[in-house]
Structures are given as structure tokens and as C-alpha cells.
């Protein structure tokens, strides 16, 4: 079965050798019951362990069933020892923080065996070593004989062939001990049993052959091997330890520390709860804003003037490019280089063309309409003193959002943002409507737009109060080839071809849509007054001198020095004469968020082919608000991140710490599992397997604890600024943070584990 040839073992401190064992030459039966005796210090317990593969012999030679180990690798070990060996110890040995029955289950866990086939084998060991109605209890619930008998049956559990009691009855009264040797003696009917004693009488009552040994050698041999005895085939399986056994032994351990699991847990979860609560708070203030961006679709349309804006896309160029920027300052070589002359064009060239595309292609996906051109010439008289509107500063004068291309009754708009204080919406061309501010009160300019010499009226009075307007005809003279605005006078005041404006309602914001629309002190007029105008003034004498000019007649200014914009600014000035062209301003109000992104693709694909010169550039307002938001609050989020993720990391090292103290406290258990059979990367596995129930339970309780505060924390901003439930957690940041919590645990414990996997199992069998 066994045998040793000139097996040596030679212990080294720094430059001092010890040699434990001497050219041991011996041989054992499959079957025979051998006691080892010698003084201490002789090497029993060392050829005991050398024998059990838990030790390794500097020389000589182990043959099990005619097969040399000298060539055996660690899992070939760690196979032998679980297949072949079953360990019996002065110490017990058994693992504290699982039942009996867990203990002798776990040879056999560590060799795969199935469950139930497990439960039922260790049933049957319990029931013979007469511990069958103990088998739920831990060790720490039984007496020193009853642990020995269950430290037996965990031995015999695998069915070895070969059984090493080391000391089986040293820690144990004598009634007990017998009742311990007889159970071995048993054993031994089909078993090896090798037994270190250092106790005679034992021997000699007990054993079938008795080895005396001295000083590292064997000094006697009561029935020693003959050559010619039987000679059996090596076979051995390899062990394995599943992720789920390291689990449960890990979760039974972390059991009986639940103070320190929960502290270290929570501890860990600090970092969780930080990016947690922070993300939470910029996912929903992101929702937010995505959430004004939708509301304000229709408030904050997408704008088109007559000089090129600056598009969404070309700021969020210049803010990128602006860091790229930095990095082109203060050269080091000794060049000058010349600045490329790139033209750009200044005006949006909006043609009739380009208003029939909108017309084919947008309709669909507008809830209204506004256009804008040149201001109204309207005149009023105040006090005696007659003033052009366009000269008050602090009053507002524009056309009224229309519902589409065909129809040019009044937007919804207007009801969707505005109270109708008094009167009716204006329908016809010569009815106007008037916008008073939040407070109801009006600014000076405003009293004299609408002749308002008191300093009060009621609504009623402010109902038929009427402003003239004056057609071009009227309102400029010429000089030469020159026009020039009239003064404002009596006469022009009263000419009989001007057009009497009523007001028929007054307006005023809503009070839930104050955040989303500014209110103003303003005059709104009809899309229909805007084409009544158009009739006329198409054939006014200004609109058919500037036809024929080639130069302004209002300024003078050549167009040709526009260079390629020659064209699109002298149809911006026909615009704001009114002649019957396309506007110079557009405003365009999508149904609803989709549209609105339908409308920026169709603008797009208008320009895609499209010179400098002739593309119709727009602004999104409300995705430009919300892109520079978004950008804000991701800057902030990304910042408060890596602060949080500082006490990650420091969690990380603190996992470090309490593991290997874990592995510290666990010592005696490693080499109870290597006695078993266990590999080292089970045992990394086992620690590992604690790593990451601590790792996944901080980044529960992380999750957990961010939900609960932020209860209270979207209570506040509520009450600071009146929106709700700000806070909210995605759940695939929850998903995320939970698997990081784990990643980082795992990688805090992974340098404990290993070390823990390092233990020599002779060493970690004696601490206590």
C-alpha cells in the first residue's frame, strides 16, 4: 500500500538545519492497524504528515501502490490526501462555525459528490460513531469524546484506505479513550491505520504493529513487510470546491461575526451611497430639464432670423475646440503662420423656395406658426405729441402664432400660456391684442401706445382704445433716390388711408407657466393684418425704387460690397418694407418633442447640399438649453464622482485589511480543508466567496440606504424649489454600482486570499 524509501526531511531556519527524519525505509499493508512510538521531538507527527502528503520530504522517496510522488504537483496532493487519507487529530480539528454534520459532509463536497448522496453517507458515519441525534448541533455543543467520534466519521466519510490518528486520545479521559480505540480498532479491519502515540499500553492493546522511533530514525519494526506481499494500482480523482460550498462555508462564518459584517458592510457601502445619491440627483435633474425642454417646445420654438445665428451644433464645436484651442498657445518654434481668410455669410438667404419647402415638408409636424418681418409704422397720439411706436424702447409689438400654412387663425399657443383676462381673441385684421405684465401693471411706454393718460383703468376701459397704422406711402418721403421716415405729426396721424387698430382683449401669463414664459407689456397683431399690409405695400413707391437699386434706399449702402450676401441682404430690407416676399424671421412650433427632432432633420437636409452662402441656419432653443445643462450636470456629476470614488477605493483597501484578518482568524481552518483535500485555490476560493458576500451585501445596503435618504433629500428640494421627486435612481445605476462594489471588494480581498492559499497546511493546523 505505502512505502517510504530513505525518505529525509530536513528543516531550515536562516544557516541552522534541523533533521526531523533519517533515511526512513518502510512499508504498510492496505490492511493493518500500526501504532508509531518514540519520545517527543523523535518524528512521529512529521512522518505522519509526510505519509498524509501534507508535508513534503526533502529526500527519498513516498510510493503509493508502487507509484513515486516525486513528481507530484500540488493537486495531485491535494487528490491524494481527499480520496486516500482520512485525518484523525489530537485537536479535533473540526471547523467551528458549521454543524457536525456540515463537517464530515465536507470530504466529500471537496471530492463532488452530489447532496443527497453527502447527507445520506454522513447520516450513516453519525449514526455509527453514536452521534446521530447531535448532528445539528456545532462543535463548541459537544464534549471532547463526542468531537473525536465526529472527526473519525468526517475521516471515514470518503472512504479512504488509509486512516492517520495523530494523538487520537491524547486531549481525552481514559473511559473515553478506550471507547475511542475500539472505534479505530474497527476501523482497521479493512483500513490502514497509521497512529502516533506516545503511549505503550495503547499500542500494545490496540495495535497489530508497532514502530518505535529515535531521534528521526526507526529503531524498531514489530512486523515489518515482506518484499513479495501484494502490490496494488494507483488511481486517484481530482477534488474540486464549487463557488457555492465557498459560499456557504464563508456565509456560516460571516454568521457568527454579524457586528463586524454589518459595520464592515456599511462601511464599504459609503462609496455607494455617495455615487448613488449623486447620480440619482443628476438623473433626475436631468429628467427635469429633458422635461422643460418638452414643455417649452412650443414656448421656445425653433428660430430662424434674417442674420445667420449660431447653430447648436457649431457651439458645442467651439466649446470642444475651445480646449484644443489652449493647447496651440505660447508656441516654442520661431514661426509666424498667416490666418486662413475664411469667408462666412452673414444673412440667411429665406427665399420663396425655401418657404415652399417648409410649406411640403414641415406642415405635418407643426402646431403653429409665426412669421416676422419689418415693424408696423404705427402712430399714436399721447398728450398732444404724436410718437411712432417703433421709438418706445420698453414696449413689445409683434404678430400672433398662427395654427399652420392654411390656416391663420390664432395658435393654441396663446391659450396653452395666456389667461384671457377680458374681451376675445383678435380674428380680424384691424383687432389687436394686449399682454399686461404679472402685477398688472404697465410700463410708461405702453400708457402711451395705448393713450392711457390716468394712472388706472379698468379692464373695460382698456377695451376699443385704437392705434393708427401708416402705410409706407405715407410714413416715408424721398430725396433724390433716397427715402426717409416722415416726422410724426397731426397729419400723418390723420390721414384717411390709414388703418384704425382696436384692441378687443387683454391677456396675462399664467401663473403655473411663469418659469417657462417672461411676461411683457405687449401688442399682438394678426398673421391676417400682416398679409392685408403685404397687398399694399408690394406696389408702395419705396418697395419698387429698392426693386430697381442696387444700393439701399434707406442707408445708401451698396449691396455688391456684401459680396456673395448682396442678394439675401437686399431681400431682407424688401422684407421689412413689407413687400410680398418671404419673411425675414420664422418661428416654428412643433406638436409635440418628436416633431420637433423630425423638423431639425427635414432643416438639415434642406442645407445638405447647400454653398456658405445660401443655407438657412436655425436654433433649437430648447435643446440648446438643454445641451449646455446637460453638459453642466455632467461636469458636476463626473466631479463628485471621483470624490465619492475615493472612499470606494479606500473601502477597497479596508476589505484588504479585514480579509486578511479574516485569514488570520481562519488559519486553523485552512489546514483543516488542505487536510481534506482542498486545493489552494479553493482555499482563495473560500476567502473570495466572503469577499464577495460582503462585497455584494455593502453594495445592497449601499442601494438600500441611497433609496431611504433620498426620501427626506427630495422633501427638501420641494420645498427649496418646487419640484418633485428629483431624486431618482436608475435602476441600471443600482445594477452598475452593485457589480462595482463588487469588483472592488473582490479586488481589495484578492491579495488575502492568495496569501491565504500560500499557508503551509502543517503550520496552519497547529495555530489555534
Request: glycine share 6%; hydrophobic share 40%.
Amino acid at each position: 500500500m505505502l512505502e517510504l524509501k530513505n525518505i529525509t526531511k530536513i528543516y531550515k531556519t536562516g544557516t541552522f538545519k534541523q533533521k526531523a527524519l533519517n533515511n526512513i525505509d518502510l512499508k504498510f499493508r492496505s490492511n493493518e492497524f500500526v501504532a508509531i512510538l518514540g519520545p517527543s521531538g523523535s518524528g512521529k507527527t512529521t512522518l505522519l504528515n509526510i505519509i498524509g502528503g501534507l508535508d513534503r520530504y526533502t529526500n527519498g522517496d513516498l510510493l503509493i501502490k508502487g507509484k513515486s510522488t516525486k513528481n507530484f504537483k500540488d493537486k495531485d496532493w491535494d487528490a491524494y490526501r481527499n480520496k486516500s487519507v482520512g485525518f484523525v487529530f489530537q485537536s479535533y480539528n473540526l471547523i467551528p462555525h458549521i454543524d457536525i454534520l456540515s463537517n464530515i459532509e465536507m470530504g466529500m463536497t471537496l471530492s463532488g459528490k452530489r447532496k443527497n448522496v453527502r447527507r445520506k453517507k454522513a447520516i450513516e458515519l453519525l449514526n455509527k460513531v453514536g452521534l446521530k441525534d447531535h448532528k445539528n448541533k456545532k462543535p463548541n455543543q459537544l464534549s471532547g469524546g463526542q468531537m473525536q467520534r465526529v472527526a473519525i466519521a468526517r475521516a471515514l466519510a470518503n472512504n479512504p484506505e488509509i486512516i492517520l490518528a495523530d494523538e487520537p486520545t491524547g486531549a481525552l479521559d481514559t473511559k473515553t479513550s478506550k471507547q475511542i480505540m475500539e472505534l479505530i480498532k474497527e476501523v482497521s479491519k479493512d483500513k490502514l491505520v497509521i497512529m502516533v502515540t506516545h503511549n505503550p499500553e495503547i499500542a500494545k492493546a490496540y495495535a497489530d504493529r508497532i514502530i518505535s522511533m529515535q531521534d528521526g530514525k526507526v529503531i524498531d519494526d514489530s512486523n515489518p513487510v515482506t518484499d513479495n506481499e501484494l502490490k496494488e494500482e494507483y488511481k486517484l480523482k481530482r477534488t474540486k470546491m464549487s463557488f457555492l460550498t465557498a459560499l456557504s462555508l464563508s456565509l456560516n462564518n460571516i454568521l457568527t461575526k454579524k457586528g463586524r459584517t454589518i459595520l464592515t458592510s456599511f462601511a464599504s457601502s459609503i462609496g455607494i451611497i455617495g455615487i448613488a445619491l449623486i447620480l440619482s440627483l443628476s438623473n433626475g435633474f436631468q429628467k427635469q430639464i429633458d422635461k422643460f425642454e418638452k414643455d417649452t417646445s412650443d414656448a421656445m420654438p425653433i428660430f430662424i432670423s434674417p442674420m445667420k445665428m449660431i447653430s447648436n451644433e457649431t457651439i458645442e464645436e467651439e466649446m470642444t475646440s475651445f480646449t484644443t484651442q489652449k493647447d496651440n498657445l505660447y508656441p516654442t518654434d520661431e514661426k509666424i503662420k498667416v490666418k486662413e481668410d475664411t469667408k462666412t455669410s452673414s444673412f440667411n438667404y429665406i427665399t420663396g423656395d425655401y418657404m415652399e419647402y417648409l410649406k411640403d415638408n414641415i406642415k405635418d409636424y407643426t402646431s403653429s406658426l409665426m412669421f416676422g418681418y419689418g415693424s408696423l409704422n404705427m402712430i399714436q397720439n399721447y398728450k398732444g405729441e404724436y410718437t411712432y411706436l417703433s421709438s418706445l424702447s420698453d414696449l413689445n409689438i409683434q404678430v400672433l402664432p398662427f395654427k399652420s400654412f392654411d390656416d391663420l387663425s390664432i395658435s393654441s399657443i396663446i391659450t396653452d400660456y395666456y389667461d384671457l383676462l377680458y374681451g376675445k381673441m383678435p380674428e380680424e385684421k384691424d383687432e389687436i391684442l394686449i399682454e399686461i405684465s404679472n402685477d398688472n401693471i404697465v410700463s410708461v411706454d405702453f400708457a402711451k401706445a395705448l393713450e392711457l393718460e390716468n394712472n388706472e383703468y379698468t379692464f373695460e376701459d382698456i377695451l376699443g382704445k385704437e392705434i393708427k397704422l401708416v402705410f409706407n406711402d405715407i410714413y416715408y418721403s424721398s430725396y433724390q433716390d433716397m427715402y426717409f421716415p416722415n416726422e410724426a405729426s397731426r397729419e400723418i396721424y390723420d390721414n384717411y388711408n390709414n388703418l384704425t387698430l382696436k384692441v378687443v382683449g387683454i391677456i396675462r401669463v399664467k401663473k403655473e407657466k411663469k418659469s417657462i414664459v417672461s411676461s411683457n407689456n405687449s401688442i399682438y397683431y394678426t398673421q391676417k393684418l400682416v398679409d392685408y399690409v403685404h397687398s399694399i405695400e408690394k406696389d408702395s413707391k419705396i418697395v419698387v425704387a429698392q426693386r430697381n437699386s442696387d444700393k439701399s434706399v434707406l442707408t445708401g449702402e451698396v449691396f455688391s460690397s456684401y459680396g456673395d450676401d448682396a442678394l439675401a441682404y437686399k431681400k431682407m430690407i424688401l422684407a421689412r418694407l413689407y413687400d410680398d416676399v418671404a419673411p425675414t424671421d420664422l418661428y416654428l412650433y412643433p406638436k409635440d418633442f418628436d416633431s420637433k427632432d423630425e423638423i431639425v432633420k427635414l432643416l438639415d437636409k434642406y442645407n445638405k447640399d447647400k454653398d456658405e452662402y445660401t443655407k438657412v441656419t436655425y436654433v433649437d432653443e430648447a435643446a440648446l438649453i438643454s445641451s449646455v445643462t446637460s453638459g453642466i450636470m455632467d461636469g458636476i456629476t463626473i466631479v463628485l464622482i471621483a470624490f465619492s470614488s475615493i472612499s470606494l477605493i479606500v473601502s477597497s483597501i479596508m476589505l484588504g485589511i479585514i480579509t486578511y484578518i479574516s485569514v488570520l482568524e481562519r488559519t486553523k481552518e485552512i489546514g483543516i480543508l488542505r487536510s481534506l483535500g482542498a486545493r489552494k485555490k479553493d482555499i482563495s476560493r473560500v476567502f473570495n466567496a466572503e469577499v464577495f458576500i460582503i462585497g455584494l451585501t455593502s453594495g445592497i445596503l449601499g442601494i438600500v440606504i441611497a433609496l431611504i435618504l433620498l426620501i427626506p433629500i427630495n422633501k427638501l428640494l420641494y420645498n427649496l424649489t418646487d419640484l418633485t421627486n428629483v431624486g431618482i435612481l436608475d435602476p441600471i445605476h443600482a445594477i452598475v454600482l452593485i457589480i462595482i462594489s463588487l469588483i472592488l471588494t473582490l479586488m481589495g480581498g484578492s491579495i488575502p486570499s492568495y496569501l491565504a492559499s500560500k499557508k503551509d497546511p502543517v503550520i496552519a493546523l497547529r495555530t489555534e
